[in-house]
């Protein structure tokens, strides 16, 4: 939860802000498809790549994986530099 030395994930639409009717969600800029990331102490680079299995994971194995998801970004952006 907030405040915790843990890191922590969740949907708002479905925990926090669920008795929120839909459409003053919406109104107020909380998209259902909203994910919170709330950062423990844990090592940045292990939250990186926990965050890239779990979407990998989800993907399912035909999907995109984040590793070249991130490859193709920063190619992207230093084209950009050019």
């Known amino acids: 939860s907030f405040g915790s030395t843990s890191s922590l994930i969740s949907l708002?639409?479905?925990m926090s802000h669920a008795s929120i009717p839909?459409?003053?969600r919406a109104a107020r800029g909380l998209p259902?498809?909203?994910v919170r990331i709330s950062t423990g102490v844990e090592s940045a680079d292990d939250l990186i790549?926990?965050?890239g299995n779990a979407l990998d994971m989800a993907a399912g194995p035909n999907?995109?994986?984040s590793a070249d998801i991130a490859a193709q970004s920063t190619a992207d952006?230093?084209?950009k530099e050019d």
């Open 12 to 14: 708002p639409c479905f």
């Open 32 to 34: 259902d498809d909203l």
């Open 63 to 65: 999907g995109p994986k």
């Open 22 to 24: 839909a459409e003053i």
């Open 77 to 79: 952006e230093l084209s």
């Open 49 to 51: 790549s926990d965050i």
